[in-house]
């Protein structure tokens, strides 16, 4: 396997900052019609940094590891710091959607 695959999948194993959180001051949800995808994502902001992170969704490896490795990168961050992920373009729509729901609840 390559290193890409290997962290694709460990995401999506042991998925990270999953689930609901209460009371975000943002959230949004998404989805990719054209292969089922979803994801809702909650944040809460303090001047202009997320201070925490969560997400929950349904659909391939790849928009549910994205979701998780975006989580891992967005803590701590501005919340306009987020950049799409570089993958395949065959699966960049799956991949950005964790950044679609992300800049949707802006």
Known sequence: M???TEIILD???RPRHQGILPSPCLSATVSNSSCG???TVY???KSGKVTDFKWQGVGCAISQA???IVSDKIIGKPIFSVRPLRVNPARAACASLVIKAILDAC
Do not use: E, N
């Open 37 to 39: 995808d979803s994801l």
């Open 43 to 45: 944040y809460r902001i």
């Open 2 to 4: 390559t290193d890409y």
């Open 66 to 68: 994205a979701a998780s």
């Open 11 to 13: 995401h999506y194993r």
